[in-house]
């Protein structure tokens, strides 16, 4: 069985302030697909992104950047210049190949004053 | 077009109702889910179809009764609920698993916010 945890229950900063959002996982399967999904107020999960444990590149979109190590089972996820509307709660999850169950971490909620 | 569309948004029903909560995509996806999310928790899977059949039932009670008429559709049956069943109810699909790494991905809709009295 797959487990993740999010050690940060909920973070709060100042606008334009980074944020990094912790994400520890354990599989025994060697290969699996790891994700982050955020969760506005409104309720609907938006899909942010998936990495493969085969490719351990990190990756940077706008404002957003992800942190993969194998050897320590962290997936980590930092908002650079933080904004109001990054304000939600953030889900990182695991899937194992040729899995469907999507294994979400407790969430961290992030708020964002201005 | 990576929309998934969820109806009623809210759902009040009493205890002895039957009602049923509506999914739909159009994106092409084989697979379709039903999650649970309770306030301040994550998403719990609840069922999987794959290619319009039920790959995965987490033990799920039978008051709760999922439906997938095809590849686009996919209905939850809600019978005799109980008030801790009150919840946001999320469907998402993926294109299926196995394929490519891409099959893996789950697009959610916005939910049904459901309230048993």
């Known amino acids: 069985a797959q487990k993740v ?42 899909f942010l992104i998936r990495r493969n444990s085969f490719d351990e590149q990190n990756e940077i979109s706008g404002r957003y950047s ?49 | ?45 609840m069922f999987v179809y794959s290619y319009e059949k039920l790959s995965i039932n987490e033990s799920v009670p039978s008051r709760f009764s999922p439906e997938c008429p095809n590849s686009s559709l996919l209905n939850l049956h809600l019978h005799a609920l109980q008030p801790e069943d009150s919840a946001l109810y999320l469907c998402a699909s993926s294109q299926d698993r196995a394929q490519t790494a891409l099959s893996y991905e789950q697009y959610f809709g916005p939910g049904t916010r459901l309230t048993v009295t």
């Open chain 1, 66 to 114: 992800w942190n993969f190590q194998k050897s320590t089972s962290s997936f980590n996820f930092t908002i650079t210049a933080s904004q109001v509307v990054d304000s939600a709660v953030y889900f990182c999850g695991i899937i194992k190949a040729a899995g469907n169950k999507l294994t979400f971490g407790g969430g961290t909620r992030v708020l964002v004053k201005p």
């Open chain 2, 1 to 45: 077009d990576t929309e998934v569309t969820q109806t009623p948004k809210h759902l009040v029903m009493g205890m002895t109702n039957k009602k049923s909560l509506k999914c739909e995509q159009h994106m092409g996806h084989r697979a379709m889910y039903w999650y649970k999310q309770k306030a301040k928790k994550p998403p719990e899977l």
């Open chain 1, 5 to 46: 945890t999010q050690a940060q229950t909920e973070i709060s900063v100042v606008e334009k302030e980074d944020v990094t959002l912790d994400c520890v996982y354990e599989t025994r399967d060697t290969t699996y697909y790891l994700f982050w999904y955020k969760q506005p107020p409104s309720g609907e999960l938006v």
